[in-house]
């Protein structure tokens, strides 16, 4: 069963405003990733945030995680049309102490940015 | 340059033909896995392997074989596909986190 549920499960915004994904995921994590995949291509890892971590930052990306409420949120903020793509999340089972065999990927969220 | 290579990236073949998806790292990644991607399903684990000779199976299992013979090569068998076996496949390596990618095989069987 999938681990991580993104939402929404889409989101159009205009270029140039903020957009907010979330994850929520069912039992405790090591780590939580995000990933983006541009139609038809591979995933790319965006950013990697551990348990023990609040927030992330990288670039235009800011990462939060709420263990308490088993839940995490990707901002990317200033939005451009490259960033037209599906973003995942992923959380780790746990089966090798929060090594990449026990990855659960969620459904993704598809993020269309408007010109 | 590092690479997740997949081969073909397209395939359309029909059912009960055996074929196999090869991937290949030039990263020396210890950890290769197989996903399959398909709508409203996301990603799932097909198998993976920890090592050379060392695979165990994934969430989706049924119906694939894989190997692991050197430590740059995982390539996904499908002995007798079906049609519900059409999928976007993708080939992930790393040491631990984070993952790297493949560009995928978009894999149809009729």
């Known amino acids: 069963s999938q681990q991580g549920e993104e939402d929404p499960q889409a989101l159009s915004i205009q270029e140039g405003e903020n957009a907010t994904m979330n994850c929520s995921y069912k039992t405790s994590i090591n780590n939580l990733q995000w990933y983006r995949q541009n139609s038809g291509r591979g995933l790319v890892h965006l950013i990697l945030i551990r348990s023990n971590e609040r927030e992330k930052h990288s670039g235009r990306l800011r990462v939060t995680l709420d263990t308490s409420k088993k839940s995490s949120s990707l901002l990317i903020t200033a939005s451009r049309a490259a960033d037209t793509a599906s973003y995942f999340c992923?959380?780790?089972?746990?089966?090798?102490?929060?090594?990449?065999?026990?990855?659960?990927f969620g459904k993704g969220t598809h993020l269309i940015i408007q010109p | 340059e590092a690479q997740v290579t997949q081969n073909p990236r397209y395939l359309i073949t029909v059912t009960g033909k055996k074929l196999t998806v090869t991937c290949s790292q030039n990263m020396n990644h210890e950890y290769m896995s197989w996903y399959r991607q398909d709508p409203g399903l996301g990603l799932r684990q097909i198998y993976y392997s920890m090592n050379v000779e060392v695979t165990d199976k994934g969430d989706v299992p049924e119906g694939y074989k894989v190997s692991r013979k050197e430590k740059r090569n995982f390539p996904l068998i499908l002995e007798s596909p079906s049609p519900n076996q059409t999928s976007l496949y993708f080939c992930?390596?790393?040491?631990?986190?984070?993952?790297?990618f493949g560009n995928g095989t978009r894999l149809t069987v009729t």
């Open positions: 992923a959380t780790d089972r746990g089966r090798s102490g929060g090594g990449a065999d026990g990855l659960t």
């Open positions: 992930a390596t790393g040491t631990g986190l984070p993952l790297h």
